[in-house]
Protein backbone atom coordinates (compact mmCIF):
# COMPACT_ATOMS: atom_id res chain seq x y z
CA UNK A 1 0.00 0.00 0.00
CA UNK A 2 1.24 3.44 -0.88
CA UNK A 3 1.35 6.10 1.44
CA UNK A 4 -0.96 8.27 0.11
CA UNK A 5 -3.47 5.14 -0.28
CA UNK A 6 -3.17 4.29 3.63
CA UNK A 7 -3.63 8.29 4.52
CA UNK A 8 -6.64 7.96 2.76
CA UNK A 9 -8.20 4.81 4.27
CA UNK A 10 -7.49 5.63 7.56
CA UNK A 11 -8.71 9.14 7.13
CA UNK A 12 -12.50 7.36 5.77
CA UNK A 13 -12.31 4.67 8.74
CA UNK A 14 -11.29 7.01 11.13
CA UNK A 15 -14.11 9.30 10.40
CA UNK A 16 -16.48 7.03 10.42
CA UNK A 17 -15.26 4.88 14.37
CA UNK A 18 -14.74 8.69 15.21
CA UNK A 19 -18.57 9.35 15.20
CA UNK A 20 -19.76 5.92 15.96
CA UNK A 21 -20.81 6.53 19.80
CA UNK A 22 -19.48 4.50 22.81
CA UNK A 23 -17.76 5.03 25.64
CA UNK A 24 -16.00 8.27 25.15
CA UNK A 25 -19.28 9.44 23.97
CA UNK A 26 -21.27 8.89 26.76
CA UNK A 27 -18.86 9.83 29.31
CA UNK A 28 -18.61 13.80 27.34
CA UNK A 29 -22.54 13.96 26.72
CA UNK A 30 -23.01 13.71 30.66
CA UNK A 31 -20.03 15.67 31.79
CA UNK A 32 -22.10 18.33 29.59
CA UNK A 33 -25.28 18.22 30.60
CA UNK A 34 -24.51 17.43 34.18
CA UNK A 35 -21.23 19.78 34.61
CA UNK A 36 -21.28 22.34 31.61
CA UNK A 37 -19.31 22.33 28.79
CA UNK A 38 -16.01 23.66 30.64
CA UNK A 39 -15.38 20.47 32.63
CA UNK A 40 -16.57 18.32 29.12
CA UNK A 41 -13.93 20.22 27.25
CA UNK A 42 -11.40 18.77 29.70
CA UNK A 43 -12.88 15.24 29.88
CA UNK A 44 -12.34 15.53 25.94
CA UNK A 45 -9.01 16.67 26.49
CA UNK A 46 -8.08 13.72 29.13
CA UNK A 47 -9.58 11.13 26.47
CA UNK A 48 -7.45 12.83 24.03
CA UNK A 49 -4.22 12.14 26.47
CA UNK A 50 -5.33 8.58 26.93
CA UNK A 51 -5.70 7.88 23.15
CA UNK A 52 -1.72 9.38 23.22
CA UNK A 53 -0.56 6.88 25.60
CA UNK A 54 -2.14 4.08 24.71
CA UNK A 55 -0.95 5.03 21.44
CA UNK A 56 2.94 5.46 22.01
CA UNK A 57 2.83 1.94 23.72
CA UNK A 58 0.96 0.34 21.39
CA UNK A 59 3.74 1.67 18.42
CA UNK A 60 6.68 1.00 20.73
CA UNK A 61 5.80 -2.75 21.14
CA UNK A 62 4.47 -2.83 17.81
CA UNK A 63 7.50 -1.27 16.03
CA UNK A 64 9.86 -3.49 18.10
CA UNK A 65 7.89 -6.70 17.00
CA UNK A 66 7.43 -6.48 13.20
CA UNK A 67 10.96 -5.33 13.18
CA UNK A 68 12.42 -8.58 15.30
CA UNK A 69 9.78 -11.18 13.97
CA UNK A 70 7.91 -12.70 10.88
CA UNK A 71 6.29 -15.12 13.17
CA UNK A 72 4.77 -12.60 15.05
CA UNK A 73 3.72 -10.31 12.43
CA UNK A 74 1.68 -13.53 10.88
CA UNK A 75 0.15 -14.02 14.26
CA UNK A 76 -0.30 -10.42 15.19
CA UNK A 77 -1.89 -9.80 11.68
CA UNK A 78 -4.21 -12.71 11.94
CA UNK A 79 -5.38 -11.94 15.42
CA UNK A 80 -6.15 -8.80 14.22
CA UNK A 81 -8.34 -9.68 11.77
CA UNK A 82 -10.21 -12.38 13.49
CA UNK A 83 -10.83 -9.80 16.07
CA UNK A 84 -12.22 -7.02 14.03
CA UNK A 85 -14.30 -9.84 11.51
CA UNK A 86 -15.93 -11.13 15.64
CA UNK A 87 -16.81 -6.87 16.36
CA UNK A 88 -17.71 -6.85 12.50
CA UNK A 89 -20.46 -9.31 12.49
CA UNK A 90 -21.59 -8.40 16.18
CA UNK A 91 -22.95 -4.86 15.17
CA UNK A 92 -24.25 -6.22 11.85
CA UNK A 93 -26.36 -9.10 13.45
CA UNK A 94 -26.87 -7.39 16.78
CA UNK A 95 -26.69 -3.48 16.43
CA UNK A 96 -27.59 -1.46 19.11
CA UNK A 97 -31.36 -0.30 19.42
CA UNK A 98 -30.40 2.87 21.64
CA UNK A 99 -27.49 5.20 22.69
CA UNK A 100 -28.36 5.52 26.33
CA UNK A 101 -26.49 8.60 28.41
CA UNK A 102 -26.25 8.75 31.89
CA UNK A 103 -27.44 12.10 33.38
CA UNK A 104 -28.34 11.35 36.99
CA UNK A 105 -24.63 11.14 38.75
CA UNK A 106 -23.53 13.29 41.41
CA UNK A 107 -21.49 16.36 39.23
CA UNK A 108 -18.02 15.77 38.95
CA UNK A 109 -15.59 17.93 41.67
CA UNK A 110 -13.45 20.58 40.34
CA UNK A 111 -10.65 19.03 38.52
CA UNK A 112 -11.15 15.95 38.60
CA UNK A 113 -13.23 16.08 34.45
CA UNK A 114 -9.68 15.97 32.64
CA UNK A 115 -8.81 12.71 34.62
CA UNK A 116 -12.17 10.97 34.54
CA UNK A 117 -11.45 11.37 30.70
CA UNK A 118 -8.33 9.75 31.17
CA UNK A 119 -8.98 7.04 33.23
CA UNK A 120 -11.96 5.91 31.57
CA UNK A 121 -9.86 5.76 28.20
CA UNK A 122 -6.62 4.00 30.04
CA UNK A 123 -8.68 2.03 32.27
CA UNK A 124 -10.53 0.25 28.87
CA UNK A 125 -8.36 -2.12 27.73
CA UNK A 126 -10.45 -2.48 24.28
CA UNK A 127 -8.46 0.50 23.33
CA UNK A 128 -5.45 -1.13 23.04
CA UNK A 129 -6.69 -4.20 21.51
CA UNK A 130 -8.20 -2.27 18.96
CA UNK A 131 -5.28 -0.35 17.91
CA UNK A 132 -2.95 -3.55 17.56
CA UNK A 133 -5.65 -4.94 15.50
CA UNK A 134 -6.58 -1.58 13.35
CA UNK A 135 -3.43 0.18 12.95
CA UNK A 136 -0.93 -1.94 11.55
CA UNK A 137 -2.86 -2.80 8.25
CA UNK A 138 -2.58 1.39 7.54
CA UNK A 139 1.27 1.04 7.56
CA UNK A 140 2.31 1.60 3.87
CA UNK A 141 5.63 -0.76 2.78
CA UNK A 142 8.79 0.67 3.74
CA UNK A 143 7.46 3.59 6.39
CA UNK A 144 8.83 2.75 9.70
CA UNK A 145 6.23 0.59 11.71
CA UNK A 146 6.57 2.17 15.25
CA UNK A 147 6.56 6.05 14.51
CA UNK A 148 3.98 5.60 11.84
CA UNK A 149 1.89 4.06 14.28
CA UNK A 150 1.90 6.84 16.81
CA UNK A 151 0.58 9.33 14.29
CA UNK A 152 -1.92 7.28 12.92
CA UNK A 153 -3.11 6.99 17.02
CA UNK A 154 -2.56 10.97 17.02
CA UNK A 155 -4.66 11.53 14.13
CA UNK A 156 -7.35 9.09 15.24
CA UNK A 157 -7.47 10.56 18.49
CA UNK A 158 -7.34 14.41 17.35
CA UNK A 159 -10.23 12.87 15.08
CA UNK A 160 -12.32 11.59 18.03
CA UNK A 161 -11.19 15.09 19.97
CA UNK A 162 -13.06 17.03 16.84
CA UNK A 163 -16.48 14.90 16.87
CA UNK A 164 -16.41 15.09 20.83
CA UNK A 165 -15.65 18.95 20.87
CA UNK A 166 -18.71 19.30 18.54
CA UNK A 167 -20.64 17.17 20.71
CA UNK A 168 -20.03 19.90 23.67
CA UNK A 169 -20.88 22.67 21.59
CA UNK A 170 -24.32 20.61 20.17
CA UNK A 171 -25.01 18.69 23.30
CA UNK A 172 -28.95 18.85 22.80
CA UNK A 173 -29.59 18.08 19.33
CA UNK A 174 -26.74 15.85 18.93
CA UNK A 175 -28.09 13.65 22.01
CA UNK A 176 -31.42 13.59 20.92
CA UNK A 177 -30.12 12.38 17.48
CA UNK A 178 -27.85 9.90 19.21
CA UNK A 179 -31.16 8.31 21.51
CA UNK A 180 -32.69 7.94 18.06
CA UNK A 181 -32.97 3.85 17.27
CA UNK A 182 -32.38 3.78 13.46
CA UNK A 183 -29.60 6.52 14.01
CA UNK A 184 -27.76 4.16 16.17
CA UNK A 185 -27.94 0.91 14.66
CA UNK A 186 -27.39 2.24 11.15
CA UNK A 187 -23.79 3.44 12.33
CA UNK A 188 -23.47 -0.19 14.15
CA UNK A 189 -24.31 -1.99 10.81
CA UNK A 190 -22.59 1.08 8.87
CA UNK A 191 -19.17 0.19 11.54
CA UNK A 192 -19.52 -3.72 11.29
CA UNK A 193 -19.36 -3.92 7.40
CA UNK A 194 -16.29 -1.48 7.96
CA UNK A 195 -14.90 -3.70 10.53
CA UNK A 196 -15.70 -6.74 7.98
CA UNK A 197 -13.45 -5.16 5.28
CA UNK A 198 -10.93 -4.19 7.06
CA UNK A 199 -10.62 -7.87 8.79
CA UNK A 200 -10.25 -9.29 5.08
CA UNK A 201 -7.80 -6.79 3.99
CA UNK A 202 -5.62 -7.05 6.91
CA UNK A 203 -6.13 -11.14 7.08
CA UNK A 204 -4.60 -10.78 3.02
CA UNK A 205 -2.21 -8.52 3.80
CA UNK A 206 1.84 -9.00 3.16
CA UNK A 207 4.32 -8.15 5.20
Do not use: H
Not at 33 to 58: F, N, Q
Not at 79 to 104: H, M, N, S, V
Not at 111 to 129: D, I
Amino acid sequence: MTLTAALLSFTVAGALLAVTPGLDTALVLRTAAVDGPRKAVLATLGILTGCLIWGAAVAVGLGALLTASQTAFMILKWCGAAYLAWLGIGLLLKPRKAFEIDTGKTPLRRGSAFARGLMTNLLNPKVGVFYVSFLPQFVPEGAPAGPFIFALAAAQGLMGTAWLLTLVAATRPIAGLLKRPAVVTWLDRVTGGVFLAFAARLATART
